[in-house]
């Protein structure tokens, strides 16, 4: 056996570091700096506390705690911060882009090889970033008898769509950007989105085989989204309630799993079908009908819908453990806050604090996203292990499985939900 | 006449429902192929396969070298099972020629050969795996070929194309120390094998997607003229190996694998069986073998034959019986050399099997004939 990996220098990692900090400075120096002195120069500076803000004194205030955090609390506070960062887009992203370079090392471990390796000199971990690159770069080239308006829209359209989804999930008690009283029927208007973006993009490509895989996908959809909302209907007949956040509360003592398994197995199927992940990529089978309705995607095009469908897998890993895992909840394993630094540390003659701004984040948000993160990277990997397991299946067992077998185990769990209630095991007077 | 034709073979009336598309050549589930398949909705009306876009004329080039430069081009067609494609070949030429090959030579020849066929099975067990989504079945066999590779790699000194079978025996001895290796190493191999079953060959969904697709009647078998795994899975006893032995394969014990469905699943499975009994065949021959001895009549660079002559031989390939039928004029170069392939006779088969089949069936029926695009052009 060869050796595979290449001869790591710590030296030269950390000449290569010193040799771009070097020409950051350089930069910042002979272009930076002037360049922000001419600016400053026509900008009139306000005057605040009787000082006259100069940048000199606007970065000391920067560099102190006491008035940066108040800063910052407020901005975590805005909606922006809700959409962008955290229970929104960027958090969602992040696990997302987790998620496709778990996907390619568990699946090379599976298959005895190594996975992305040489990218970001430990295990590849950059390869995405790299990937990223190659497809911004790439030339997106579209077919000459395609419906334009629509085939560029339908990769932002999707994009668009699995946003949506993500926006509903509640991370943590209170983190949630959309929280709706009809949270549950609003996630199954945000997927019926899915089937007629698809269509429509498979169709403006004017071309067969995304023709073929865009039906193929439209069926497939149509056909699993029944079993998926019958399914979930265990779980609103128990709570009472279609708003995620209280579905996700409820469950503080035991998860519904724990009594709506039916229901769990079949939103956990449909869920893949919904996903088009293997063993039900049908709309994608390469050996079929090349990439399906991704055929003539190409570029960044091509790296939207695929972000799209990363976001979408993480929203739908996040709703089975909001409806079915419990949801945040969870021991509490986060430490409290210190209060001392709520009042100021005395160190001697040096006082420090008091900070108006902390905490940051509570203690049960922090303890709830743990928690939500931990389930939602469980229910991910066992989305994601079937790829390496199951072969593709056809579309004729597809729908069948749908239509008879999936759509009676809904049906059961249904029943078991209303037993439940009506025996008085859940409910008013029952456990909770 | 068209009453008699298998109903695949029938030309088909145009029709506005149906949509002509064109698998391949460019097309991840072809080969260096087109399929021309016309689908109405989600079923397969018409296929058309119009092999040729990797015709080399090796034949034609076969004409102008004499014997022995002929050995390096002729085993181009399939790479991955260069020793069989020059097996029939070089037979032919001994006969024309007049020469006797040693003892241990045989062996050898019988051992590479086995080793081959493995090598080549693995390869279109990888890319079977890869056409129904299997991406698991894709990697295993890719990898554990490399073990068979290495080994052919020790013996010939090539790991794909050998050039190792020479008329008058093979090119070079064994290495020392090789029956020890080779015996582990296809020991562990075939465990290795062993454990396809888990993850592919009763894999409830597999076999509920290819069992009973792609059905061929014992009959039709026989009339569309297939050959190799996909004869043997259509119920027919049928092995070049044991019905016309040749080298030594009289002095094995060769087992055939037939099995009766002659569908998609059957046609995979043979395959793989017949890989388990090449490992069984290579601990034999192991055994048997002459412990030392020459392997090679030496020969002249440029070797007279006897006179005019004309001979067929053949043998039983990875994809089935492979013959070759030399023409000699007295010269030293062959007036013709033609090479009938077992991938060509199956694939005749590939219209009447996909008609009234569903398009996700296409793949598996179409890669499950044991068919490899580049020897059918040759």
Redesign the interface.
């Known amino acids: 056996m060869s050796v595979i990996a290449p001869k790591f220098k710590l030296s030269e990692f950390v000449k290569s570091l010193l040799d771009n900090i070097f020409w950051v400075l350089l930069l910042m120096t002979i272009v930076g700096i002037p360049a922000v002195q001419i600016a400053l120069f026509y900008i009139e500076m306000p005057v605040i506390h009787g000082e006259l803000l100069t940048p000199f004194l606007a970065l000391t205030w920067l560099a102190d705690p006491t008035r940066l955090l108040p800063v910052i609390h407020a901005l975590m506070a805005t909606d922006f911060f809700r959409i962008a960062a955290f229970p929104g887009f960027g958090f969602a992203a992040l696990l997302a882009a987790g998620t496709i370079f778990i996907e390619r090392k568990m ?1 090379a471990k ?4 190594v996975g992305p390796f040489y990218c970001g000199k430990i295990e590849g971990i950059l390869q995405l970033m790299g990937d990223g690159l190659k497809l911004i770069s790439k030339e997106i080239i579209i077919p000459a008898k395609a419906d334009k308006p629509l085939f560029w829209a339908a990769p932002v359209l999707f994009v668009g769509a699995a946003a949506a989804f993500v926006a509903l999930i509640p991370v943590a008690p209170g983190w949630v950007v959309a929280d709706v009283d009809m949270g549950l029927l609003a996630v199954f208007a945000v997927i019926g989105f899915f089937p007629i973006i698809t269509i429509l993009s498979a169709w403006s490509a004017n071309s ?2 995304p023709f ?1 895989g865009g039906i193929r996908a439209l069926f497939q959809m149509v056909s699993f989204e029944i079993p998926l909302i019958l399914s979930l209907l265990g779980v609103v007949i128990v709570t009472g309630t279609l708003n995620l956040s209280e579905i996700s509360a409820s469950q503080s003592f035991f998860p519904w799993i724990v009594f709506l398994p039916v229901g769990a197995i079949v939103f956990f199927i449909t869920m893949l079908a919904e996903l088009e992940r ?2 039900f ?2 709309p994608e ?6 990439a399906g309705w991704l055929t003539e995607f190409s570029g960044m095009m091509y790296g939207l819908v695929q972000l799209g469908t990363y976001l979408k897998l993480y929203a739908f890993a996040a709703l089975f453990v909001v409806l079915f895992l419990g949801g945040w909840n969870g021991p509490m394993v986060v430490p409290p806050f210190p209060e001392e630094l709520l009042v100021g540390v005395e160190m001697g003659p040096v006082k420090v604090g008091p900070f108006p701004g902390l905490p940051l984040f509570d203690q049960a948000m922090l303890n709830g996203t743990f928690w939500f993160v931990i389930k939602t990277v469980g229910v991910i990997f066992f989305i994601l292990l079937p ?11 597809l729908l069948s499985l749908g239509w008879t077998k999936l759509i009676g185990l809904a049906f059961v769990n249904i029943f078991i939900a209303l037993g439940l209630l009506y025996a008085g095991v859940l409910g008013p007077g029952g456990l909770q | 006449m068209t009453a008699e034709l298998p109903p695949g073979l029938a030309l088909q009336k145009a029709d506005e429902r149906i949509m002509t598309l064109n698998v391949g050549p460019q097309h991840p589930g072809s080969g260096h192929m087109r399929i021309v398949v016309q689908i109405d909705g989600d079923y397969i009306v018409a296929c058309d396969p119009d092999p040729g876009y990797v015709h080399r004329g090796e034949e034609k080039m076969a004409e102008y070298r004499n014997y022995i430069t002929n050995i390096p081009h002729l085993e181009r067609p399939v790479i991955h099972d260069s020793c069989n494609i020059l097996y029939p070949y070089v037979l032919g030429a001994e006969e024309i020629l007049g020469i006797e090959v040693p003892e241990r030579a045989k062996y050898v020849r019988v051992i590479a050969s086995e080793l081959n066929r493995c090598i080549y099975t693995m390869y279109w067990l990888a890319i079977y795996g890869i056409f129904l989504g299997h991406s698991t079945m894709f990697m295993w066999p890719a990898g554990d070929r490399e073990l068979l590779i290495d080994l052919m790699e020790k013996m010939t000194g090539a790991r794909v194309t050998h050039a190792h079978f020479v008329p008058g025996g093979v090119r070079n001895d064994l290495p020392p120390n090789f029956e020890d290796t080779c015996l582990r190493q296809v020991n562990y191999f075939e465990r290795r094998i062993k454990e396809y079953a888990a993850v592919f060959y009763d894999n409830p969904v597999l076999i509920s997607r290819t069992r009973g697709t792609g059905v061929l009647s014992r009959q039709d078998a026989i009339r569309l003229g297939t050959t190799g795994s996909v004869l043997r899975a259509s119920g027919i006893d049928y092995d070049l190996r044991v019905k016309e032995p040749y080298d030594v394969y009289d002095e094995l014990d060769v087992h055939t694998n037939v099995m009766k469905e002659g569908d998609s699943y059957a046609r995979s499975r043979v395959p793989w069986l017949d890989m388990m009994e090449s490992c069984n065949i290579i601990r034999q021959a192991l055994q048997k073998i002459p412990k030392s001895g020459s392997v090679r009549t030496k020969l002249k660079p440029n070797p007279k034959t006897k006179g005019p002559a004309t001979v067929y031989k053949r043998v039983e390939s990875g994809r089935g019986s492979l013959g070759c039928y030399i023409v000699s004029d007295g010269k030293p170069e062959p007036y013709r050399v033609k090479m009938s392939v077992g991938s060509f006779r199956n694939l005749i088969a590939l219209p009447y099997l996909l008609k009234g089949e569903k398009l996700g069936n296409m793949p598996s029926v179409y890669w499950s004939l044991n068919y490899w695009p580049v020897e059918a052009d040759r």
Request: aromatic letters at 6%.
């Open positions: 699946l599976l298959q005895l090889r067969k085989f073929i293997i063993p990529d049908l089978a390469e050996s079929e009908i090349v790829r390496g397991v199951f072969p593709r299946i056809r579309i004729d067992m």
